[in-house]
């Protein structure tokens, strides 16, 4: 068969099973396994597929058609311009994350700064954050093994590993050093709620770096209280939060003595984000 109809039949079955994206996802998901670029695909719509791709692209739109996330799919998921491996143990990099880099770099820009990364996931804020920040060193906590392994790979990957150390810790337990910036993505989905997410994010991406407790505010809380003694003087906390959660979280942060300096709105208008620095 050729390129062409390949990714046709692939985007119609996946229509069918009401996958919104399911154009992009045939796309992106035979770009990988061949090792090309979309573009390839488009410039070489009358090539061949031989039977083994085949094989290996349906067995791949079959993980699709039950709501596996395509960067699971690929183990990659492109951020800030640089492709991150993913997998279930980390979280899966949304566009909206990256307006928090941007500020961030754009504050500390030509500065030399030491970072703490809370959560750190597949470690894509930290490692973007000292992409950009040349002269900047950082850490990044996460509890779960498998994450800190990810985010290590990441950091060779990047040519990073030199500037960033990964490390297992509990938030509760780090007291080691002082920094210039804290930066989290702490789970914030209100526990009630995590039924309510789509296939594609309940049934695949890790529950411990969603689940924010009660109130969804768990971790936002002990993240603040632990921020409070290990920034420096005039030192930024940039903590993600949740959808209508701006209000509880800036009263928190008031009773801890921190100063609202900004806030970033993601592309719904909903404030995803508070940098905050400590009175």
Aim: glycine content about 6%; proline content about 3%.
């Amino acid at each position: 068969m050729i390129l062409e109809n390949t990714i046709k039949e692939a985007s119609k079955t996946l229509k069918q099973h009401k996958i919104i994206s399911h154009e992009l996802d045939a796309q992106i998901i035979l770009s990988n396994i061949l090792g090309v670029s979309k573009e390839f695909l488009l410039l070489n719509s009358d090539m061949k597929i031989n039977e083994r791709i085949k094989t290996q692209y349906n067995n791949a739109i079959k993980r699709r058609l039950k709501h596996e996330p395509v960067a699971y799919i690929t183990g990659k998921k492109e951020f800030w311009s640089k492709n991150f491996l993913v997998n279930k143990s980390t979280l899966v990099p949304r566009p909206e994350t990256e307006l928090l880099i941007y500020k961030i770099v754009k504050y500390y820009r030509n500065k030399k700064i030491n970072v703490l990364d809370i959560g750190t996931g597949s470690g894509c804020i930290l490692l973007s954050i000292l992409k950009e920040l040349r002269n900047s060193r950082g850490i990044g906590l996460d509890i779960s093994k498998n994450a800190i392994r990810t985010a290590i790979i990441n950091s060779k990957n990047l040519k990073l590993s030199n500037r960033s150390k990964f490390i297992i810790f509990d938030i509760k337990s780090f007291n080691l050093g002082k920094y210039d910036l804290i930066v989290s993505n702490p789970p914030y989905i209100p526990s009630g709620d995590i039924r309510k997410l789509s296939l594609d994010i309940r049934n695949f991406e890790p529950l411990i770096a969603l689940n924010g407790g009660y109130d969804g505010l768990d971790l936002i809380k002990k993240v603040i209280y632990k921020s409070s003694s290990l920034l420096k003087k005039n030192g930024l906390l940039a903590i993600e939060i949740g959808n209508k959660q701006y209000l509880k979280v800036s009263k928190i942060l008031t009773h801890h003595n921190f100063r609202e300096l900004s806030k970033i709105y993601d592309y719904k208008s909903n404030v995803r984000c508070i940098i905050s620095t400590k009175k």
